[in-house]
């Protein structure tokens, strides 16, 4: 185990990072429900919940330029800016993603996507709230790492990015089954091409996730 205690290195912007992430959560738990929203006949919020999502990107989009500023200020750290900085971009493409599901569906508020259909885009959707859920926890941990440099404390981060793999894997398999459903299910060719760039645009949500596990192993390995 490496002490810290004396350490000439400037502290990480973990409670940046955390806070980032918390947002980033938020705006999972909306978008959600918009996609709910959105294949229900009976609710009429899906504009304010893609406002919702709006507002949360913004405020996302200033607490990562607060973390730049930090890090650009900071002159020697335990780890290359470079990394620091493709973290943060990373965890920030979730949410720039979420942002583009919704605008997407914005784009054709009416779909004729069959009823039997809609659960398999839930259950896309579910598979990748999931690793976002993860982010949190993972940062946290991360934060705990940088405090003790305990191997055991750097396991614990190493299972969840191999846990964010494992999501990302399960919502591809997802995808896949929505995507030929449509193709099989659906014969207008308007509803195909909307719901499989939706279809493909959730999905993308889970790959970023999982780039940012990547991006979070590289950080406690370089050390």
């Known amino acids: ?5 004396f350490s000439p290195y400037a502290p990480l912007p973990l409670d940046g990072f ?14 959600q429900q918009a996609i709910e929203c959105f294949f229900s006949k009976r609710c009429e919020r899906f504009g304010e919940y893609l406002q919702e999502v709006n507002r949360l990107e913004n405020e996302a989009d200033e607490i990562k330029i607060n973390i730049r500023r930090i890090i650009s200020k900071r002159t020697k750290m335990q780890v290359d800016k470079f990394q620091l900085f493709m973290y943060i971009q990373e965890q920030d493409k979730v949410l ?6 919704l ?33 949190s926890a993972m940062v946290r941990e991360t934060r705990a790492y940088f405090e003790t440099f305990s191997e055991r404390q ?10 964010l793999h494992v999501c990302e894997h399960e919502a591809d398999k ?7 459903n449509i193709f099989t299910k659906v014969s207008d060719p308007i509803v195909i ?13 889970a790959n970023h996730a ?10 406690i390995e370089r050390d």
């Open 1 to 5: 185990m490496r002490l810290p205690f």
């Open 18 to 31: 955390l806070e980032h992430a918390e947002k980033v959560k938020e705006c999972a738990w909306a978008f």
């Open 96 to 101: 720039d993603c979420v942002e583009h599901c």
């Open 103 to 135: 605008s997407w569906l914005s784009y054709r508020p009416e779909t004729d996507l069959p009823p039997e259909l809609h659960k398999g885009i839930f259950q896309l959707v579910d598979a990748v709230i999931t690793p976002i859920e993860e982010l």
């Open 154 to 163: 750097q396991r614990v981060v190493k299972e969840i990015i191999r846990n």
């Open 174 to 180: 997802l995808e896949d089954m929505v995507k030929f």
């Open 193 to 205: 091409l909307h719901m499989i760039g939706l279809a493909e645009r959730i999905g993308e949500i």
């Open 210 to 219: 999982e780039n940012t596990g990547d991006m979070m192993r590289a950080i």
